[in-house]
């Protein structure tokens, strides 16, 4: 991209982008014309003349030669340091398709990395040729010493050989541990420094950007992911818009210190309290109304019950906190519910993280609640086991997108990162064209386009000018010349710069 009087990256606040075509995430409309932006805000769109002639002020002209644009993109639910440490820290068992892979994979990376435990996460028992977990004997018998701890890709789920229940001074035949019961077994691992977390964080950062997103809301698990990324901000290596959900654990604290929903900058900042309702449908830990399909005597676990989450609801609204609620089988989404409707009129209404197992009239009362869903659609391909998990008549209440656009609801597009790679091309074909060939439940690309962008950030009740009016974010993509809309979905997208807060970077190719 030529620049008339500097680089996209020069530290000049007045920047005139002019020959774009934008998408508008509303009507999916195409508009041709030029940005102009002043520091991380746009001033207007369309015909802009000469600013020069408007402000008298030095500006930088970047000709952007007919490029599409299209406007800034969220992922509204991910542990984005924990993909961090996973990339600097931890052995990649996804797709692995057996036990003895898995193994090799962790004699491999335990022999260049240093240290005592060797963590590895990411492995589907349901892909494996065993079908099964991994056995703790058989974790012994490659690392009789070293403490070994494998996190299943949801993370709700982990396997320890015989040294790392003895750091954890734990037992168990099988190694097996899921939910609540892991908490033991995790706190025996050391923690990461803080210098190994900023690290973690500025890695992960940079996989964002290769992925196409400018901002992220994100699950925080330790206080030092929060101080890694107020390390980021203040040093000017954010890159990223960042809302913070923060565990329920810390309400007394968040209660101590008066701080609620909002604080913060427009680039750091906090926005809701985490509970979890229930697990995952890969652990079979998701809490459903009648069991499981492939497992007739579980029906998963209900960790927080209605009013147990009544109590938590109204708790964070008196400290002006949101609430944020991991349901994702329709038990848990139906206490989410009750809980809801209890609570209206006390404060903002939840939000639900995954909402993976939803009936129609489940999805009805969350459109008439104002219940938001951060949805992931590249589980449809992961959780290939779908149907014999939940049988038929239930797997068709499955990642229900349209069922519950049609009612009214926001879905805010999310990986769930690291259990999926942070590639926004993946989570729109998932709305599109999805794998399990249930395209009445289909999202147009226009929706798709809406759930990365005005439902993404509305769904924690912000307020903002929509992308491309005056005063919105200036965040953006820059694709190749020849780039239509709607874009492909069977390929990567051509992304050649991404902008955040009017200022132009690389798409890294390594990270």
Not at 261 to 284: E, H, P, T, V
Request: with cysteine.
């Amino acid at each position: 991209m030529a620049s008339a009087t500097g680089s996209p990256g020069s530290k000049a606040s007045l920047r005139l982008w002019k020959n774009a075509r934008r998408v508008d995430p509303a009507t999916g409309a195409v508009r041709s014309g030029s940005l102009l932006t002043w520091g991380d805000r746009i001033v207007s769109a369309g015909e802009v003349g000469d600013p020069k002639d408007l402000l008298g002020l030095p500006v930088e002209a970047v000709d952007l030669d007919g490029r599409l644009l299209l406007p800034g993109l969220t992922d509204a639910h991910c542990h984005l340091v924990r993909y961090g440490l996973d990339l600097t820290r931890t052995a990649d068992l996804t797709g692995v398709a057996s036990i003895e892979e898995m193994l090799h994979r962790l004699q491999v990376h335990a022999a260049r990395t240093p240290g005592d435990w060797v963590i590895g996460r990411g492995f589907d028992q349901d892909r494996l040729r065993e079908r099964r977990f991994p056995r703790r004997d058989e974790l012994d018998a490659r690392f009789p010493d070293r403490p070994v701890l494998l996190h299943r890709i949801c993370c709700h789920a982990v396997v320890a050989n015989r040294a790392a229940l003895d750091r954890a001074r734990l037992t168990s035949a099988d190694g097996l541990f899921t939910e609540d019961a892991m908490a033991l077994l995790l706190s025996a691992v050391p923690a990461p420094s803080l210098e190994e977390t900023v690290h973690a964080a500025r890695t992960a950062i940079r996989a964002y950007h290769r992925g196409g997103f400018t901002a992220a809301h994100v699950l925080i698990g330790h206080p030092d992911e929060v101080r890694a990324l107020q390390i980021l901000r203040q040093q000017g290596e954010m890159g990223l818009r960042l809302r913070l959900i923060l565990p329920y654990s810390w309400i007394d604290s968040m209660e101590a210190l008066g701080v609620s929903s909002g604080f913060g900058d427009d680039m750091l900042r906090i926005a809701a309290l985490k509970s979890f309702a229930d697990g995952s449908l890969g652990a079979r830990t998701a809490a459903l109304r009648t069991p499981y399909a492939d497992d007739p005597e579980n029906a998963g676990l209900l960790l927080l019950s209605a009013e147990e989450l009544v109590e938590r609801i109204r708790r964070a609204h008196r400290a002006g906190l949101r609430s944020a609620l991991h349901a994702i089988g329709d038990a848990a989404v139906e206490a989410v519910l009750l809980a809801a409707e209890r609570t209206q009129d006390d404060g903002p209404p939840p939000r639900i993280e995954h909402a993976s197992v939803v009936d129609p009239d489940q999805a009805a009362r969350m459109g008439r609640l104002g219940i938001a869903a951060a949805v992931q659609p590249q589980f449809i391909a992961s959780d290939f086991w779908t149907p014999e998990r939940l049988g038929p008549e239930r797997s068709a209440w499955a990642y229900p997108f349209r069922t519950l656009k049609d009612a009214g609801v926001a879905l805010a597009a999310s990986t769930d990162c690291p259990v999926e790679l942070p590639e926004a091309a993946a989570v729109f074909k998932g709305f599109i064209s999805r794998s399990d060939k249930r395209l009445s439940e289909s999202l147009a690309p226009t929706e798709a386009l809406r759930a990365f962008t005005l439902d993404a950030e509305r769904s924690l009740g912000e307020e903002f000018p929509a992308p491309w009016e005056t005063g919105a974010r200036a965040d953006f993509l820059v694709l190749s010349k020849d780039t239509e809309w709607p874009l492909p979905v069977d390929s990567p997208w051509p992304m050649e710069r991404i902008v955040v807060g009017g200022t132009a970077r690389s798409v890294p190719q390594e990270l």
